[in-house]
């Protein structure tokens, strides 16, 4: 069908409500060919023969102009009345059922009979009801653009109906029509006589209008869709466009699909689809695991080895071939065991198992996997552990290692010695306690005995260590790591505060080892609180985890170790303070105004707030005590002389304001450091009980 436009010219007028033929000159019932309505799409599109028969019948030639008898000039006129009775039913019926492909080829036929015969029906009574008001609903599956065509392959567009083995462009022009009526011709002059031919011509004819419908759309050509897909069907036993890469079914398909619906194609037909909607993942699209660097060369060339084109989906649902990776391929050479490294380590191995699951788990026949791949895909009790060593024989051990609560056990006889060491340590000489002693230490002696203290804990950490290394299958086991991770252990140093009142420098020197022990004991404790914050392991990253309790109280007991040493080390800063302000002003106490501004915002100052409400009336306690100690040694003349902290009037002392403002500021250390080590010890209890049932197996 020619595209030549132009527009429409005919002279037609409604009457009464249809619309009838009214020529410019009419000679007694003869008109002019020319001002005929021109020739109904469908009938050009079709064999003329009969239809330009039955105009030629009606067609003579006639005078129309005389002088007196003689006739002056004769023209070729057609008869109206013998076109109303030559364009019977007979003639319509044999281009009825091609015009009846489109309602709307249908109704312009319809309109044309009504203009030149006056009569209602085509072949019979009541055959074109409903085409003399058509509306949008009346193309039942819609329409669309002609250009779509473009969307479909070379072998579609180039193949024919297998009914009516017409071709595919002759059923789409049979379907087709544009957004106005169009002429295709001579607008001026439609028709002809040829008198070489003897027979009427066609110089022009209308195109099918989308105006039929009272509307209008965009300026273009278009086609109707149940027309199309009515008129044109396929074989599937001789499938124009079947072939290697299949990439061209796809295409038909998906064109078939996208203009008639899934029903006009095979049931199997998304089986050898080559579309991105699985099957094949477009190259922009394509995802590697956060391991990619570690992944041997032979995979990560895969892309490239198994990208193809494929058939992407744009919004209408048409092809549109796009490069991608055939999924199938690429899955068929790779697997668990394929990649190393990273790729197997914790949260790279969880990506790395979660990307192969997704990419391959539903590709047929592939098994890439290992059969506990769930748990793969999940931290182990391995990976809640912060450091990468393990106290485990590198070969098949001979013996079952100990039972939890053995091993706990054993922690429980240490802590038992530790206490009975502290109570078995005090001498009976208690009043032999200088009175100054408490106030006046000798630094130099308690600070090396403390740092003797913890180097002989140092050294026996890691003759221990040294041990487990030289045992057969436990030589890869790191010395250092291990006796720095010994220090955490929980030890009741606390208990040595006791001894305050009896051996201050044996309680200083083994608080001062504590706090040595303490300190190395830090490394492996932030490095706990540390892994378990970069893992979300606070903040519900353990749920549903293997041995997931245990975990759980290994990283709060790390967390709260950490929390009490903030905690203990700002309250030592404020009485440090305070006792070097006595020292300078001779008063140590803030104002009530100011110690009631002190908020407790965060964790550490609600525990720095519990620690000054609960512990004031043990601080007043122990001042007294210590102030009763000292007023019973004054009771003693010959050592009246020795410090400066009380007023000596005959034999009876008189305490001074300023010795009970320090006796206070060492019992605010005293229960500081008492609460503090306490607190430590069940944190570092919580810390290894959490630890031993996590690598209860290893």
């Known amino acids: 069908m020619s595209t030549a ?23 007694n019932g003869w008109v002019n060919p020319e001002d005929l309505t021109p020739m109904p799409q469908c009938i050009a599109q079709q064999d003329q023969s009969t239809w330009l028969s039955t105009m030629t019948k009606c067609t003579g030639k006639r005078c129309t102009s005389h002088f007196g008898v003689f006739c002056t000039h004769h023209q070729w006129l057609t008869q109206l009345s013998c076109l109303s009775t030559g364009f019977s039913s007979d003639v319509i019926k044999g281009y009825l059922p091609y015009c009846s492909r489109s309602v709307l080829a249908k109704a312009q036929l319809y309109l044309w009979i009504r203009k030149i015969t006056g009569r209602t029906w085509l072949v019979d009574v009541g055959d074109a ?5 058509l509306s949008p609903a ?3 599956e819609g329409y669309a653009a002609v250009s779509v065509t473009y969307k479909a392959p070379t072998c579609l567009t180039g193949s024919v109906s297998a009914l009516s083995m017409e071709p595919f462009q002759h059923v789409m022009a049979s379907c087709g029509f544009t957004s106005t009526t169009q002429h295709t011709g001579n607008a001026a002059r439609p028709w002809e006589y040829s008198e070489s031919l003897r027979s009427m011509i066609a110089l022009d004819f209308e195109t099918v209008g989308y105006n039929l419908t009272q509307r209008s759309i965009g300026y273009g050509d278009y086609f109707d869709k149940e027309c199309f897909c009515d008129a044109f069907t396929i074989d599937p036993k001789k499938e124009p466009c079947l072939g290697p890469g299949q990439l061209d079914l796809t295409r038909e398909w998906l064109w078939i699909i996208a203009t008639c619906g899934p029903t006009s194609v095979p049931d199997n037909w998304t089986d050898i689809l080559k579309t991105t909607e699985f099957a094949y993942i477009p190259t922009e699209d394509w995802r590697w695991p956060t391991c990619v660097t570690d992944m041997p060369k032979q995979v990560t060339e895969l892309t490239d080895q198994c990208t193809t084109d494929a058939c992407g989906l744009d919004s209408s649902g048409y092809c549109k071939v796009k490069r991608a990776v055939d999924r199938a391929c690429f899955c068929r050479n790779i697997n668990y065991d394929s990649c190393g490294g990273s790729c197997q380590i914790f949260e790279t191995r969880i990506d790395y198992v979660k990307w192969l ?4 788990g539903s590709v047929q026949d592939w098994h890439g996997l290992p059969d506990n791949w769930r748990k793969l895909a999940a931290p182990t009790h391995l990976d809640m552990i912060p450091w990468q060593w393990t ?4 070969n098949e051990a001979t013996e079952k290692c100990a039972s939890n609560e053995w091993k706990l056990g054993s922690f429980a006889l240490v802590n038992i010695a530790t206490f009975l060491a502290a109570f078995l340590s005090r001498r009976t000489g208690i009043h032999r306690i200088a009175r100054g002693f408490l106030w006046h230490p000798h630094p130099w002696c308690w600070i090396f005995t403390g740092i003797l203290i913890a180097a002989l804990q140092l050294l026996a950490n890691w003759f221990n260590a040294f041990l487990v290394q030289k045992t057969l299958g436990y030589e890869h086991v790191p010395v250092i790591q291990l006796m720095l991770f010994w220090c955490s252990m929980p030890r009741l140093a606390w208990l040595t505060i006791l001894l305050i009142g009896v051996q201050p420098s044996a309680a200083a020197s083994s608080l001062f080892a504590e706090m040595i022990l303490q300190f190395l004991s830090s490394y492996y404790m932030i490095l706990t609180v540390n892994y378990g914050r970069e893992h979300n392991f606070y903040l519900g990253g353990m749920e549903s985890v293997e041995r997931g309790r245990s975990a759980k109280i290994m990283y709060a007991g790390a967390l709260l170790w950490l929390i009490i040493i903030i905690v203990a080390f700002v309250q030592l800063m404020r009485v440090t303070r305070r006792m070097k302000r006595f020292t300078g002003s001779g008063s140590l106490d803030l104002p009530k105004w100011q110690r009631s501004k002190q908020t407790t915002s965060n964790i550490a100052e609600e525990l720095m707030a519990w620690l000054n409400e609960h512990c004031t009336w043990l601080e007043e306690k122990l001042a007294h005590y210590w102030i009763d100690k000292s007023r019973a040694l004054e009771e003693t003349p010959l ?5 400066g902290n009380y007023t000596v009037y005959g034999t009876l002392p008189v305490k001074s304001q300023n010795n009970w403002v320090s006796q206070k500021a060492f019992a605010k250390l005293y229960t500081v450091t008492a609460i503090s080590m306490l607190l430590l010890w069940i944190t570092q209890w919580l810390f290894w009980g959490g630890f031993i049932g996590l690598s209860s197996e290893d």
């Open 5 to 27: 436009e132009v527009l429409h010219t005919a002279t037609v007028n409604s009457i009464g409500g249809g619309r009838i033929l009214t020529p410019r000159n009419n000679y």
């Open 129 to 133: 009801n409903g085409l003399q008001n």
């Open 138 to 140: 009346s193309l039942a």
């Open 357 to 360: 699951h997704d990419l391959c």
């Open 391 to 394: 106290i485990k024989p590198s």
């Open 639 to 643: 050592t009246s002389g020795e410090g």
